[in-house]
């Protein structure tokens, strides 16, 4: 917890070690084959760039509150790194704030990989058949799902002006990218495909049903 309250910037090597692994654990969860796949998975990495950059590099949002907001800024202490997270300096550099967010982006970034490897696996397993089983059975798009569960993760973990602005645009991409799949699986499987896209939600699903596979 010592280091929490120290100065935690400049450190180049713990951005590139960072974005390496996360970029390494989502590659080998998603397994991108086509351009779109790439361009998805590229989309997310310049996030996590972004992000890593602020986290332990140059806190550049911190900078600008703190030149914008003077001595009106919430804590004393801005650079160390545990006021680095806006949520935590926001309550005045408050540990139980960070002892609740920090674990909760865990466990958000962290099922956001797992769901992005079921659904691969429940796509690959379907060797290009119209795949309607296992995690399908809650959402269209369970990949997209997992990437919106790690981009509000990494927000709940350290927000800066660069991510909070990304985000949204991310969601805008992938929502995009979804619907053109559906167009080449209606393509595909035609009317079954339609039928199944009126029971399931695309990306968040539903708690009162599910898709019955027949």
């Known amino acids: 917890m010592h280091l929490l309250y120290e100065n935690a910037y400049g450190l180049w090597g713990s951005v590139i070690f960072n974005i390496l692994i996360f970029s390494a654990f989502t590659f080998s969860a998603f397994k991108p084959t086509t351009k779109r796949d790439w361009r998805t998975l590229g989309a997310f990495t310049a996030f996590m760039v972004a992000l890593f950059s ?64 079921i659904g691969w696996r429940a796509i690959h397993s379907g060797n290009g058949e119209f795949v309607t089983h296992g995690i399908y059975r809650f959402v269209r798009h369970p990949q997209y799902t997992g990437f919106l569960l790690m981009i509000i993760g990494f927000l709940v973990q350290w927000p800066t002006l660069i991510t909070l602005v990304m985000a949204p645009i991310l969601l805008v991409m992938y929502a995009k990218l979804a619907k053109k799949e559906e167009k080449t699986m209606i393509d595909q499987f035609g009317e079954k495909y339609i039928e199944y896209s009126k029971k399931v939600p695309a990306f968040i699903p539903s708690m009162r049903r599910k898709y019955i596979v027949r």
Do not use: C, Q, R
């Open 54 to 117: 602020e986290m332990f590099g140059f806190p550049l949002t911190i900078y600008f509150l703190t030149s914008v907001l003077g001595n009106k800024y919430p804590v004393l202490d801005p650079f160390t790194h545990l006021n680095g997270h806006l949520w935590v300096a926001i309550t005045g550099g408050s540990t139980i704030v960070y002892s609740i967010l920090h674990p909760l982006s865990n466990i958000l970034i962290y099922s956001g990989l797992i769901v992005i490897a």
